[in-house]
Each structure stands twice: as C-alpha cells, then as structure tokens.
C-alpha cells in the first residue's frame, strides 16, 4: 500500500493495489482516511489542522440559491446607496438579503466572502 504526499507531508492520494511514481509504502491507512485530512511524518499519520472537510451537495446547491437571491436583489442595494430608495422603502429588502448571507455564513461554516 502506497500514499502520496505533497511537499508538506499532506496525503493527496492512496493506492491499495499498484502505486505511485515516487509513492511512500505503508503498512495500513486510517479508517477515516481522506484526500488531505492527514499529515504524514516520520512513518506516522497526524491529523492536518488546516483540514477542511468537503461541503455537502445539498449545501453547495443552497449557497449557490441563495447567491443568486443576493445577486437578484443588488440593484435595490445601489438604488439605496445612491440615494433612490429611503430606508423605509429598502428596508424589508436589506433584513432579507442580510438573513441571506448569514445563512451563507453558517452553511460555510463562518467562512464567507459574504461575512460582514
């Protein structure tokens, strides 16, 4: 059984069966093995503290909803800015397009480019 890592020890690949050019012999993997969850030095796996796990489809599909909602909506928030609409007007528009956003955020794990 083979890994490969990159310049930092991060695990990119395994192969039970075959190798890799230049892969590093094991003798097993963790049972929770996954592309770049762990380290490995000096013969043995550390979990890599920089990992993050992958987004779930379902997850990714809400973001990408919710992004369009937000985008749908940016022409009222230039209206506002500008000028054009009062805050009375924009008012219910900018609670809405801040819940969006905050959704993002927990759906991202606190990790956005929407954060505020």
């Known amino acids: ?3 490969q890592v990159d310049e930092r020890g991060v695990v990119t690949g395994w192969a039970t069966i075959g190798g890799f050019e ?13 592309i770049c969850k762990y380290i490995y030095i000096d013969g043995k796996f550390i979990e890599n503290d ?5 987004m779930s489809q379902e997850a990714a ?20 800015a500008e000028g054009y609409l ?15 956003r905050n959704e ?5 794990g606190g990790k956005s480019e929407w954060a505020k």
């Open 104 to 108: 993002i955020n927990e759906l991202e």
């Open 1 to 3: 059984m083979q890994i």
């Open 22 to 34: 230049g892969g590093i012999e094991v003798g097993g993997l963790p049972e929770d093995i996954e």
């Open 61 to 80: 599909e809400r973001i990408g909803e919710l992004k369009a909602m937000l985008r749908a909506t940016d022409y009222k928030a230039i209206k506002y």
């Open 50 to 54: 920089e990992y993050e796990p992958p």
């Open 86 to 100: 009062s805050e009375e007007e924009y008012g219910r528009d900018k609670v809405q397009r801040q819940a969006w």
